[in-house]
């Protein structure tokens, strides 16, 4: 017996599943084939769930967002070069916008690819990696799968989360080693982010500059909802009195329709604010980097709350830097601001009330109109509707026009309910997040689409149905990128921005038995998604707006180069 016991055996396969399984990572998004198949198999039956994708950048959009709604990393699992180098972008993705993931990849063995002498799918793949992601790290053997583990996740989470490479060979796998040295090179990771507490110092700095603002602004950014700090940060943002700006990905940490959210005044209170306060936001493209015409000529001061050190002064001078995380650093706010703390000047806050009322108000009407076919307004106001009925509902959103007004016309309630592009804008994460939404949450999840923007990840339409998850897909479909009017003045080739015409993305769904539907008004359109989020069965909704309806590029028009030439 004693003798059987040493000789009892485990292999990386059995490693690898033990050392996700003690860490409580307990699901994995993926596409199978060599050399992680059996892996998959072998994980699924240890009771891991094992999501499988068509392609393996939506399995890792997947992962990323799986992330940002967990705080735990999110895994995606991918074969050697090709599918690796698809995962990739979701993986570089991931580190843009602070989502803790893990992409593991199998690769080919290193005896040959060092000597580049053309194994199968040949590739130096952590080199690759390093440079688009937070870390990277390789294991070549079996005793090193606990550690190496450990090391992925911690990386990945603590600090500013971001993507994690972790390399595994396909000799890996079945390398064999002792069943009991094994089990002890196990590692459970203990406090993988710890809290990072900020110091006394600047968070008496931060209060004073707020204390002295006659036009204080907060900004909450994705870092915010992230934080799963949502009782310290509604109780600070009320205490302070201060109007605050959610961020896309902000929105809901109080709702967009809490008395002090000046989501409606944004362009005022960029321009007019005096003093601001950056709470997981930072001063990027997304926010004109803290200068130029849209912050105004008024002097500003800004105070950032933020884990990683280096964003400070990143754009513009920060006169009050709070480094931790914001949970730690917004009860230690909290605190510091004693009983009584005396709210935002009334003049400011009701003058950023009347601006924010003036304008729901002009939108209000559009919002009702039921033209045939639709205009994004006629669509959204419907769905806008449907979401405040339903505000634990997960929404995923991307397009450009679709985006744009998606953002500003669809109020949100809880936090970490809206899901969108992110810190590029990127096009493609609308199947991958709406999986791991489902997933993650178990609550049935909303999906608004540009026509365009769905094409990037649309095969994930059978994944969908394949799990039977609660998704709903609304299409807006204008025929195009953009719009669906342009004409090839050159040649009988559509333009480059055109689909064609009067195309029936309802149809997808049914080749896998899920509900297609074609919705022509905003009535249909409401009709249908209502159905669908009843049902909870997977559906995609063609709705059918107006060819010209939307503008080039959305609200970020400006960011496309001109040409002097051609403009004759
Ligand atoms: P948004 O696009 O909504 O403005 P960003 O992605 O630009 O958000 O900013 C998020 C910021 O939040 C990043 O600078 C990141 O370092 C920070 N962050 C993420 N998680 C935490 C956390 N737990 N505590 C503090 N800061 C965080
Ligand atoms: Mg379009």
New binding site residues.
């Given amino acids: 017996k004693t003798a059987d016991a040493e000789q009892e055996l485990t292999d990386g396969f059995h490693l690898i599943i033990d050392a996700l399984k003690l860490n409580d990572i307990n699901t994995i998004y993926g596409v199978p084939g060599i050399p992680i198949t059996d892996f998959g198999r072998m994980a699924q039956a240890a009771g891991i769930r094992v999501l499988s994708f068509r392609h393996e950048q939506n399995a890792g959009y997947a992962a990323s967002i799986a992330g940002f709604l967990t ?1 735990k990393p999110g895994v995606c699992l991918t074969v050697s070069a090709p599918g690796f180098l698809n995962g990739l972008t979701a993986l570089a993705h991931a580190t ?3 989502f803790p993931m893990i992409l593991i990849s199998g690769s080919s063995e290193r005896e040959i690819v060092d000597l580049q002498q053309g194994d199968y799918e040949e590739m130096d793949q952590l080199a690759i990696a390093k440079p688009l992601c937070k870390a990277a790290f390789r294991v070549l053997h079996a005793a090193d799968i606990g550690i190496g583990l450990a090391r992925a996740i911690r990386a990945a989470v603590s ?3 971001g993507g994690v490479y972790l390399d595994l060979p396909a000799k890996l796998f079945g390398q064999v080693m002792n069943a009991e040295a094994g089990r002890k090179s196990l590692v459970k990771v203990i406090d993988a ?1 710890p809290a ?1 507490i900020p110091a006394p110092d600047a968070v008496k700095r931060a209060l004073d500059v707020l204390k002295s603002a006659k036009k204080p602004l907060i ?9 799963q ?1 949502d009782d310290a940060i509604r109780s600070f943002v009320e205490k302070s009195g201060v109007p605050f700006l ?5 929105k809901g940490l109080l709702p967009d329709t809490h008395p002090q959210c000046a989501g409606a005044a944004r362009s005022t209170v960029l321009k007019d604010s005096d003093v601001v306060m ?5 001063l ?1 493209w ?2 004109s980097h803290g200068k130029g015409k849209s912050w105004g000529d008024a002097p500003k001061k800004f105070i950032q ?4 050190p280096k ?1 400070m002064d990143s754009n513009v001078e920060i006169v009050a830097p709070v480094v ?6 917004v009860s230690a706010m909290l605190a510091a601001m004693g009983n009584n703390w005396t709210a935002a000047p009334a003049d400011w806050m009701s003058a950023v009330a009347k601006k924010r009322e003036e304008n729901v108000a002009k939108m209000a009407p559009r919002l009702m109109n039921n033209n045939s076919p639709m205009d994004y307004h006629g669509a959204l106001g419907v769905l806008r509707t449907i979401v405040k009925e339903r505000p634990d509902a997960m929404l995923v959103n991307e397009g450009a026009n679709t985006l744009d007004l998606a953002r500003g016309i669809i109020d949100i309630y809880q936090p970490r309910k809206r899901i969108d592009v ?2 590029w804008g990127i096009m493609g994460i609308g199947m991958g997040y709406a999986i791991a939404a489902a997933i993650e949450t178990g609550k049935p999840v909303l999906c608004v689409e540009g026509d365009s923007a769905f094409g990037f990840s649309g095969m994930e339409v059978e994944t969908i149905c394949r799990y039977r998850l609660p998704v709903c897909i609304v299409i807006f479909n204008n025929d195009g990128i953009y719009r669906g009017t342009d004409v090839n003045s050159a040649g009988d080739d559509p333009a480059p921005t055109v689909f064609v015409k009067g195309a029936r993305y309802d149809k997808m769904i049914e080749a896998f038995g899920g509900v297609g539907v074609n919705a022509t008004s905003p009535d249909e359109l409401k009709r249908a998604v209502n159905a669908a989020m009843d049902s909870g069965k997977p559906t995609l909704i063609n709705a059918v707006l107006d060819p010209a309806a939307g503008s080039e590029s959305g609200r970020i028009g400006n960011l496309n180069p001109q040409s002097v030439l051609s403009k004759k």
């Fill in positions: 705080k843009t916008n602070c600090g500013r989360p982010a990072q900004i909450l950014g994705k870092g915010a909802a992230y934080a700090a959610p961020m896309s990905m902000g950056l709470i997981g936001a930072r990027n997304l926010l709350i933020d884990i990683e964003e931790g995380d914001i949970g730690s650093c992110g810190t």
